[in-house]
């Protein structure tokens, strides 16, 4: 078997290596329906992802699928004060609620590197202008890293 050949996971679905990013891609679906994209950039490309902690990577992932609502929530606890004080404008915003704003975010991608932290990339659905809302996670979400933040 190549070192980069296909791998069809229980969890993950299918695995591919991709070359140009030099990082292991795959889709999950969160609970609402919407396919993720997420990408695994291991320690040593030339060995296995098994020999690389594809189970702690696959227990990883399990856990944000089924506690994203949950991460939402939490991004929504941490951030909805701050942006209601500084971007809410009652004039386009649609949203009034924390509630409201933990429903507008979206999950768009996952990022897993060699230490095996995932970084969870949200879309913001306008609230921050279009800056994507970021939050990393170790492990089964023993714990968050930082608090989400806005990048872009």
């Not at 069809?8 to 299918?14: K, N």
């Not at 997420?38 to 992802?49: A, C, F, H, M, V």
């Not at 990339?121 to 023993?142: C, K, T």
């Amino acid at each position: 078997m190549s070192e980069h050949e296909a791998i069809d996971d229980p969890v993950l679905g299918r695995l591919r290596w991709d070359a140009v990013r030099g990082e292991w891609v795959f889709a999950f679906t969160v609970p609402s329906g919407k396919s993720v994209r997420g990408g695994i950039t291991p320690e040593d490309s030339r060995l296995p992802l098994e020999h690389q902690g594809l189970t702690e990577i696959r227990d990883c992932v399990s856990w944000i699928v089924s506690n994203e609502p949950s991460i939402r929530a939490f991004i929504a606890d941490h951030m909805f004060e701050g942006w209601k004080s500084g971007w809410y404008n009652e004039e386009i915003d649609e949203v009034i609620t924390k509630e409201g704003f933990q429903e507008a975010i979206s999950m768009s991608g996952v990022s897993i590197l060699e230490d095996r932290v995932a970084t969870l990339y949200y879309n913001d659905a306008g609230l921050f202008g279009g800056h994507a809302i970021v939050l990393s996670v170790r492990g089964r979400g023993e714990h968050f890293i930082d608090e989400p933040q806005l990048w872009g």
